[in-house]
């Protein structure tokens, strides 16, 4: 004998109003046309709201348990109400399932913009129609995966979890949880993105991140060949010959040297291939060493052959003479032609 599937429940946290009030009358509307029925082909039993708990007791106690055991909770964020928030918190700090809307329109809150908050028009049918398909394929989501469940609560208690932790590994992930959650706020901020990529240098870990150019300038110092008295990287030009999604390879140029570094993301960090001094590449006024473009690589001197370059990164202007020009901007200082 097949044992019975155990139903499941949902309880949904709204602004509900007093009887006959434009909220009340929104609220039920939501209710029974649209989370309801989506609730009903997911096989859930009909929804629970605060005012039709019949329990008696304290209302308050009621649907905090309510919020902490149901299976699924949903919350309807529509004119910002404190009391939405606090019940939506509680259930944010206990990692389980909840799915929210709003009405189209208003302002998704800061701490849970990055979340997939639904927009609803209750007054548009195919916003309706939509509104129900996606909490459907929210709730399929959740089914498929039950413990992949964060939210900025749970990431906060698990990052400062992580900070506490002895292992340096974890205080490091730790820092940059943390300074991905300012990102949020601040995503233009290179900084914080350098800092988070020494962090991820540190650790031995790159998580699909590019060094940006001023980070891969000052990769030259760490060359045996380096001349700090007479080359400064924050001056130096820098010239991007090979891109893939898993790597780049960057030519910088020094008054002094031509520098090759290759980032590759599955690497712990970009590092220094080759370099050359500037009397193997320029005599005079007149870039000297040989450079010859083939169809996808590029010789440079005679050592350094056969490296791959991305046509695309040119436009179909000749590579050899885009590196030769990029050679005598900072070696010659009388180069003519713009680089692209």
């Known amino acids: 004998m097949n044992e019975e599937k155990k139903s499941r429940n949902c309880f949904v946290i709204c602004p509900i109003g007093n009887e006959g009030t434009d909220i009340r009358k929104r609220s039920d509307g939501v209710l029974n046309y649209i989370i309801a029925p989506a609730l009903k082909q997911c096989g859930y039993e009909n929804p629970v709201r605060a005012d039709v708990m019949s329990e008696p007791g304290n209302i308050t106690s009621h649907v905090i348990q309510q919020i902490i055991e149901t299976d699924l909770v949903i919350a309807d964020l529509t004119g910002h109400n404190p009391n939405v928030f606090y019940e939506l918190a509680i259930r944010h700090a206990i990692k389980k399932p909840v799915i929210m809307i709003i009405r189209t329109g208003e302002t998704i809150p800061f701490d849970i913009a990055q979340d997939r908050v639904i927009e609803l028009d209750h007054r548009d049918l195919t916003s309706i129609n939509k509104c129900i398909e996606v909490i459907i394929k929210q709730i399929r989501s959740i089914e498929k995966e039950p413990n992949k469940i964060d939210s900025p609560i749970s990431t906060a208690i698990d990052i400062r979890l992580l900070g506490q932790s002895d292992n340096l590994q974890d205080k490091g992930l730790s820092k940059i949880l943390e300074m991905l959650q300012d990102i949020r706020s601040t995503l233009s901020d290179r900084e914080l ?139 010659i200082k009388t180069g003519k032609a713009e680089l692209m």
């Open 193 to 331: 993105l350098e800092e988070i990529l020494k962090l991820l240098q540190d650790m031995g870990l790159r998580q699909e991140i590019f060094a940006d150019i001023k980070t891969i300038k000052r990769f030259i110092t760490r060359s045996k060949n380096f001349d700090s008295s007479e080359e400064d990287p924050s001056n130096a030009e820098t010239l991007l010959l090979f891109h893939t999604s898993k790597q780049k390879t960057w030519l910088i140029s020094t008054n002094e040297r031509l520098y090759c570094i290759l980032d590759d993301i599955r690497e712990s960090e970009p590092y220094i291939n080759w370099t050359i001094p500037k009397e193997d590449l320029v005599e005079g006024d007149k870039v000297t060493v040989k450079i010859l473009a083939k169809d996808h690589t590029i010789d440079i001197g005679e050592e350094h052959q056969n490296w791959l370059y991305s046509k695309r990164l040119f436009n179909n202007i000749d590579v050899a003479a885009s590196v030769r020009q990029f050679i005598e901007r900072n070696m």
